[in-house]
């Protein structure tokens, strides 16, 4: 295949825009370490089972009052009473596995995105 040849010059492609800062894809910043540890409920799991993909579709929380168990002794007890009432006012299906409970920032709940799209208020 020939590249089309447009004023005398390669059809090449040029980026549009700048390249990304890296420092900017925060996304790519993995947690290390045992970070689910902080949960109650995963505090004595070990790293090996923890990671096993079995394991968390087991433990997926699927119940809003388990959901909402897992996270006494976490955060503010309004903070609970705050999700029961979103989850009354807009029922929805729960699908939480403990490693996404785990990601979610519990010292800030009520801004973290995750718990923003699993966790109504």
Do not use: C
Not at 18 to 31: C, E, I, N, R, W
Not at 43 to 61: P, V
Request: without cysteine.
């Amino acid at each position: 295949m020939e590249l089309k040849v447009i004023d005398g010059e390669t059809d090449a492609r040029r980026a549009t825009r700048p390249p990304v800062d890296p420092s900017a894809l925060a996304h790519q910043q993995l947690l290390e370490g045992d970070f689910w540890r902080r949960i109650p409920a995963y505090a004595r799991i070990d790293e090996a089972t923890f990671l096993d993909h079995r394991w968390q579709t087991k433990h997926s929380i699927t119940k809003v009052p388990k959901l909402l168990a897992a996270l006494e002794g976490l955060v503010a007890k309004s903070f609970i009473d705050d999700a029961a009432e979103g989850f009354h006012l807009a029922p929805m299906a729960v699908r939480v596995s403990p490693y996404l409970l785990s990601l979610i920032d519990w010292d800030n709940p009520y801004e973290d995105p995750l718990r923003r799209q699993f966790i109504p208020l």
